[in-house]
């Protein structure tokens, strides 16, 4: 179903999708910087610059950071090509429509993937974790892979309980964990969480557009993969760790990305990571309070039934069959220029998402809760008409 598109109208128009998300102005002018030769020592500089921000923001000083000129999918296949072993098995958390991915394009390389069972609406399953790597007593899994924040569901997951479960069982699988969607919004800790390998992607709480994706990994990642993972180049961490520039991309660094990131992180530093995550969480409180009341006429309901587990990156609501969230999407985007997320995979027409991550604030949240409240009107959605207020009154009350 592909809608008309409206011809340009005057203002902003707001991206609230969970990614790719608004980019600050200061962004999009460092990525519009000159090429240069590679030679250039500036090229050098921005590289280390952009390297030792991500280990600052990842609290993970002596890792190694390995840039890729792709999205998320590519840094997941860069993982599992670095991780992959015919003798050994990957263990993938059930967490949603993201988990699954991962696991298909996984085994999609020949890969031995193991999957545990993910109950819609919770966080990932720990003890199912914990029950697999007991059960192995061979020790054929290595690695146990979960999604920090599953962006199908807006479920946040508790990756700290993850390592605790891997250590009980006295198992050495690495553990690796997809920080795309939550990195930036959410605190994370590479090193005091015992994460072994992360990865991420710029257009999401990096606040830039999409194309630029990034694993970084421990020594003990490393030296595992050095020492068991299959065949691989374009991929290959070991090809990577050099101080030749282009051997680091393996071909042609994406500057203009590198240039974006740098100030990209820089924006974080500035503005202190306490508070870019107080900040999220703030926003993200304002859309659960409005669709708590959105929900008192019925038709809606938040799809995480874990208090736990909401995100501070996205907030995916459920409708009642009947209700089509495409062509409520498609009335909040074109009439009122504000663009949501849809379903993915099981959820597909059953949700939709308020992406809320990234270059945000109070008037651009409380903006969006408007338009959207304004498009259920138009599409007879059946809603309570307080959201907006209930939004207000939480920012009034938590906004600094
Ligand atoms: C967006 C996302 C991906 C995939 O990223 P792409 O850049 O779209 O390929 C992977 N994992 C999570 C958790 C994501 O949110």
């Not at 999220?280 to 874990?306: I, S």
Request: charged share 20%.
């Amino acid at each position: 179903m592909s809608a008309p598109i409206t011809p340009r109208l005057p203002g902003i128009r707001f991206v609230h999708s969970p990614g790719p998300t608004h980019v600050p102005d200061e962004v999009m002018h460092a990525m519009q910087r000159p090429m240069t030769d590679l030679a250039d020592p500036r090229v050098a500089a921005l590289i280390v610059a952009c390297e030792k921000g991500m280990q600052e923001l990842l609290h993970s000083p002596g890792s190694d950071v390995f840039f890729y000129a792709s999205n998320g999918h590519g840094v997941w296949e860069a993982v599992s090509a670095n991780l992959g072993s015919d003798q050994h098995s990957l263990l993938i958390a059930g967490s949603g429509h993201f988990s699954d991915q991962w696991a298909l394009q996984t085994e999609s390389l020949g890969l031995s993937v193991l999957r545990t069972p993910h109950q819609e609406g919770q966080r990932i399953d720990v003890s199912a974790i914990e029950a697999m790597l007991k059960a192995d007593t061979h020790h054929r899994i290595s690695a146990v892979m979960a999604v920090h924040t599953d962006t199908a569901s807006g479920i946040t997951s508790d990756l700290m309980a993850i390592r605790q479960a891997i250590d009980r069982t006295k198992h050495p699988a690495l553990f690796v964990a997809d920080i795309v969607a939550s990195l930036g919004a959410t605190p994370f800790d590479m090193d005091a969480w015992g994460v072994d390998v992360c990865l991420g992607s710029s257009q999401k709480g990096l606040m830039m557009p999409p194309g630029l994706g990034f694993v970084a990994t421990n020594v003990k990642a490393f030296n595992w993969s050095k020492e068991h993972a299959k065949p691989r180049f374009y991929w290959s961490w070991l090809e990577r760790k050099t101080d030749n520039q282009s051997a680091k991309f393996c071909g042609t660094p994406p500057l203009a990305h590198l240039a974006g990131l740098e100030v990209s992180l820089g924006l974080l530093k500035a503005e202190g990571l306490e508070a870019v995550f107080a900040r999220h969480k703030r926003l993200g409180g304002a859309v659960l309070a409005a669709v708590h009341e959105w929900a008192t006429a019925g038709a809606l309901k938040l799809h995480c039934q874990d208090p736990d587990g909401f995100s501070t990156s996205v907030t995916a609501i459920e409708v009642k069959s009947g209700i089509d969230p495409e062509a409520l999407r498609v009335v909040a985007r074109e009439k009122f220029q504000v663009a949501m997320a849809g379903g993915l995979g099981d959820l597909a027409g059953r949700v939709f998402r308020i992406g809320h991550l990234g270059d945000m604030n109070e008037p651009m949240i409380l903006g969006a809760l408007a338009g959207i409240e304004a498009a259920m009107t138009v599409e007879k959605i059946p809603h309570g008409t307080s959201g907006l207020r209930a939004a207000i009154a939480y920012l009034a009350e938590h906004t600094p």
